[in-house]
């Protein structure tokens, strides 16, 4: 009687399953969508009535729905096994509780092997596509650790190790043959308070026997090199009065010229409230001779500053003894903005000396009396580089505010939107731009640090530049001029936004050179845990407006790949310069989202308002007649719409210009539905913010992940040659340097968490090395 009762109610819940999937089915077939699911969800319904009405039929056709289900799952995903998991495991999972001895009884069905036999069909496919997407670890030609160079520079002096950007160090003595021994060595943990969405993402500098980093509220630390004990700190006790995230992603350091007066080596960075200072590098103590009394105002010029709408997150660059600096905006809030203009200050007495903004004919034309630099012009927010024998600094700019709405930007704003600019040092004034988005309203601003490099094409050694984008494209242009060097082309893209605004008829791409962008969505590549959130996303995909590269925004749900955080983003890329090889961790993470007319956003506004609660959509975007609402494509139990992997990291040879591998990056080892964590270590490739670093040992350094995971990686092939756990995503750039007092090697990552990757909150620096004395 009690299995009776059981199987009753296993029967009600299959019917009810079976009938979400066919009602499901029919929308997604009128959307244009696949047949499986109503099929699909007759025959369960169908299976639910053979066992409450002890029909023989129901485990034949279940078993028959398990083999379609199969070959229909091979046919759409093949052997990709997370592709595979909706598709296959909840079907094995209901097959193997049909299969318990009294269902079968209860419900008087024939002979069990007619579910036995596609249940042990599908698992053994699920466990054969684990393995089968898994590259072997086959070495690339010729890529072996170079020899250690005791006389090599062992500092970290730099963002990006050098001025070029490119965060190779030639330092090997840990190599792809010892790399498994490393072990912690020491650990700072910050005790700031951290600050509201709190993300901890600093390159610490390493030199004069020190380590330099930034911590919350812009306070900034010098470290004892073996031992990661505090030296000096200084607080600036900035007014953090509206600042959203007073992001500090590293400091400066300058060697002033001799008889310059106090800090002869100083430590140059943006304060969060709009300042830049310099310190002393041995006494943390400000520069009297920099500024007023060691700062510089970062707002002077710009007009009404609402609190909290302007502050540097990156570190200034010095080029030649000028440093430029510049800061994050508010985009996405209104039109009018605060200047985004690029700012040169002497490095030594902290004088002005030109401010590049690009919204006016004459980007550096000083201003007249009660002037003030155009609001809304263009910033440039990442890590630049600089070229000193050219005089030339490098760096990417965003568009003018807002992000997703542009008829009403000008001209002159739109010529250097979401470009890469080079500008003389002395002057200020433009040598070339590139543009690699015309009229952007995706927010797909420059973010990435251009990296320079010598590259041979053609025959020909050119001094390059390499622009990664969030669109996962890689623009390689003769960095003296800006002409490409692969070549680029214009192609045609979709035009039907809202009838206020427009869009260029033409994008550029650079097709010539490896493109990481994982490809076009498809409803094939849509995904879920079980069938029934798939199908969601599968019917919300085909609902939606989806016109590959540059759909443009409309007043109905639109899809935009890659979405706003990349492809590539301010961590950048590394350039092995010793091989010739180009490292990049890249994102893949669709968004969805629409414009919402003035009128309706106002009123949802309003209501909000009343409750105490925000707007309820993203970005309000005043002054132009829509506001935004774009998220990230999740589905009701906050899994991604679209199928693993969701991060990769790729070795591309710039001897050829070819692809060397691709791998996924991050584990599902801190993944999971409803914000859970469910402790699977299966590669996976999860989302991941930060950069990587290489060495002469050929090793890659990468943490980034998700999964809260700092990794050693052999650049030949990919190999993961040892791993350590972190207390927070390491949302930030590695850097390694030998030690002044002892010679050892010891690498380093700051580890705090990032309000895009769930997890824990932390502010610690973790250094790592071999063994004393191997």
């Known amino acids: 009687m009690i299995g009776r009762i059981a199987v009753i109610i296993l029967a009600l819940a299959m019917a009810l399953a079976g009938a979400v999937l066919a009602i499901g089915g029919v929308q997604l077939i009128a959307a244009g969508g696949s047949w499986y699911y109503l099929l699909a969800g007759l025959a369960l319904v169908a299976t639910a009535g053979g066992l409450a009405w002890k029909k023989p039929f129901a485990f034949p056709l279940f078993g028959v729905l398990l083999a379609a289900t199969l070959v229909w799952a091979l046919w759409e995903a093949g052997l990709d096994g997370w592709a595979l998991v909706p598709r296959l495991v909840a079907p094995a999972v209901l097959g193997l509780i049909l299969l318990l001895p009294f269902v079968k009884r209860a419900g008087n069905q024939p002979r069990a092997w007619w579910i036995g036999i596609p249940v042990i069909a599908i698992a053994a496919v699920l466990i054969y596509s684990g393995h089968a997407g898994q590259s072997p670890d086959e070495r690339l030609e010729g890529i072996a650790p170079l020899a250690a160079d005791a006389g090599a520079d062992g500092d970290w002096k730099v963002w990006g190790h050098s001025l070029s950007g490119t965060r190779f160090s030639p330092l090997g003595d840990i190599n792809t043959d010892n790399a498994g021994k490393l072990q912690l060595a020491w650990e700072y943990k910050s005790d700031v308070e951290p600050f509201a969405f709190h993300s901890f993402q600093a390159t610490p500098l390493a030199a004069d026997g020190r380590i330099y980093v930034c911590l919350d509220r812009s306070v900034v630390v010098a470290l004892d090199q073996d031992s990661g004990k ?238 990664p984008t969030k669109r996962a494209q890689f623009f390689v242009l003769d960095r003296r001029t800006g002409e490409p060097i692969y070549p680029v082309t214009e192609r045609a893209v979709p035009q039907d936004t809202v009838k206020e605004d427009w869009a260029s008829k033409t994008q550029p791409f650079s097709d010539a050179f490896p493109v990481l962008d994982d490809g076009l969505l498809s409803e094939r590549k849509m995904w879920g845990v079980t069938p029934f959130d798939q199908l969601w996303c599968r019917l919300t995909f085909r609902k939606a407006k989806y016109e590959g590269y540059f759909t443009p925004p409309s007043t109905s749900d639109a899809i935009f790949y890659p979405g706003s955080a990349g492809g590539s983003n301010w961590g950048s890329v590394t350039v092995d310069t010793a091989r010739g090889l180009l490292i990049a961790n890249t994102l893949y993470m669709a968004d969805i989202g629409h414009l919402i007319p003035r009128e309706e956003a106002d009123r949802m506004v309003a209501q909000y308002a009343k409750s105490g609660h925000a707007s309820g959509f993203a970005f309000q975007q005043k002054g132009t007649p829509y506001a935004m609402d774009r998220n ?39 993944a999971g539905p409803l914000g859970l964590s469910l402790g699977l270590p299966i590669t996976m490739g999860v989302p991941n913010l930060g950069g990587s670093i290489a060495t002469a040992g050929g090793v890659i350094f990468i943490g980034a992940a998700q999964d809260r995971t700092f990794r050693a990686v052999d650049i030949g092939n990919g190999k993961e040659l040892w791993s350590h756990s972190l207390p927070a995503v390491a949302a930030a750039g590695p850097m390694t340097y030998r030690s002044q007092k002892t010679g050892r090697q010891y690498v380093v990552i700051a580890a705090g968490g990032h309000p895009a990757l769930p997890g824990p909150i932390d502010s610690s620096v973790l250094a790592f090395a071999l063994p004393e004395g191997q």
């Open 632 to 670: 990230v494509f999740l589905n009701p139990l906050g899994v991604p719409c679209q199928q693993p992997p969701y991060g990769k990291l790729s070795v591309i040879d710039l001897k050829t210009g070819k692809l060397v591998w691709s791998k996924p990056l991050g584990t599902a080892k801190h």
């Open 230 to 467: 505090e030296i000096w700190r200084f607080d600036p006790r900035p007014n953090l009065d509206g600042v959203f995230s007073p992001i500090c992603r590293g400091v400066t350091r300058f060697e002033a010229p001799e008889g310059s007066g106090d800090c002869p080596v100083r430590i140059l960075y943006g304060v969060a409230d709009a300042r830049m200072m310099a310190l002393d590098a041995e006494t943390g103590e400000p520069c009297q001779s920099f500024g007023q009394g060691g700062q510089v105002d970062l707002k002077e010029g710009l007009g009404d500053v609402a609190p909290g709408a302007v502050f540097p997150s990156s570190p200034p660059t010095v080029v030649n003894g000028v440093a430029m600096i510049d800061g994050w905006v508010n985009d996405g809030v209104q039109v009018g903005e605060p200047s985004g203009g690029v700012r040169a200050y002497d490095a030594v007495t902290g004088e002005l000396l030109w401010v590049w903004d690009s919204g006016r004919e004459e980007p550096t034309r000083p201003l007249g009396e009660g002037e003030t630099y155009t609001r809304g012009s263009p910033n440039a927010w990442g890590v630049y580089s600089g070229d000193e024998e050219l005089g030339l600094v490098y760096f990417g700019t965003g568009v003018s505010t807002p992000d997703y709405f542009g008829s009403h930007r000008t001209p002159e704003a739109e010529k250097y939107a979401t470009s890469i600019v080079a500008l003389d040092v002395k002057t200020g004034k433009p040598r070339w731009h590139f543009q690699t988005v015309h009229h952007d309203i995706w927010d797909l601003d420059v973010s990435p640090q251009p990296v320079l490099t010598d590259l041979t094409y053609q025959g020909k050694t050119i001094p390059a530049l390499i622009g």
